[in-house]
């Protein structure tokens, strides 16, 4: 069984701040999904990255798949950047674990 | 629209009773997939269909039945609802790996 762990649980920020949420894993994986959970309950898919670095504004997310290790990075972050992020593993293509989330509060 | 659409929003039933969640997608995925999301926010995947086969089971009641009448549609039925099944639950689907969820359907049961 893949276990995901993700840190912090809980993450409080000052608006502009650089933010990391770390994602560890315990097998290899075909790939590693993060998702975004706003308050209102809403899912979306950030990213998926089987190696790597990724950016999409100011998002990035690094995996490493030696170190079966992956993060996500929020630039300049900003209030509306509060939500869950959610580390999820892609084991074989068709198997997926989820992290717990780490819940993001960025204050203005 | 909406690429994911799930009906309803919110469900309040009561024990023992049996009931559906609706799913559709307009994407033209190949796979759909049932997640619940309970009161700890953990979310946990429940079933996928690929192609109107069933690919993923994660030790799920045998109360809970996915049903997918189409490629478009996967619709979620629970009998004998019980206060567990309390949460949210969450349909989503893929074309690769990346998977669009949708809205989610709170389901409270008294």
């Known amino acids: 069984k893949n276990e995901v762990e993700q840190s912090p649980q809980n993450l409080t920020a000052q608006e502009g701040e650089f933010i990391t949420i770390n994602c560890s894993y315990s097998v290899g994986i075909s790939a590693l999904h993060w998702l975004q959970q706003h308050p209102g309950g809403g899912i979306v898919s950030l990213f998926m990255l089987s190696s790597g670095k990724k950016k999409h504004g100011r998002l990035i997310a690094t995996i490493n798949i030696q170190e079966k290790h992956s993060s996500l990075h929020i630039t300049a972050s900003h209030p509306r950047d509060s939500a869950v992020y959610i580390c999820a593993t892609i084991y074989n293509f068709n198997k997926f674990y989820f992290g717990s989330g780490t819940k993001l509060n960025v204050k203005p | 629209d909406t690429a994911v659409s799930q009906t309803p929003k919110y469900l309040v039933t009561q024990m023992g009773n049996d009931k559906s969640i609706k799913c559709e997608q307009n994407?033209?995925?190949?796979?759909m997939y049932w997640y619940k999301q309970d009161s700890k926010k953990f979310l946990k995947i429940m079933f996928s269909y690929n192609n109107k086969e069933l690919i993923i089971n994660e030790t799920v009641p045998n109360r809970f039945s996915p049903k997918s009448p189409d490629k478009a549609h996967l619709n979620l039925h629970i009998n004998s609802l019980e206060l567990g099944d309390s949460a949210v639950y969450f349909c989503?689907?893929?074309?690769?790996?990346?998977?669009?969820f949708g809205p989610g359907t709170r389901l409270t049961v008294t």
């Open positions: 994407l033209g995925h190949d796979t």
């Open positions: 989503a689907s893929s074309q690769t790996t990346v998977q669009y």
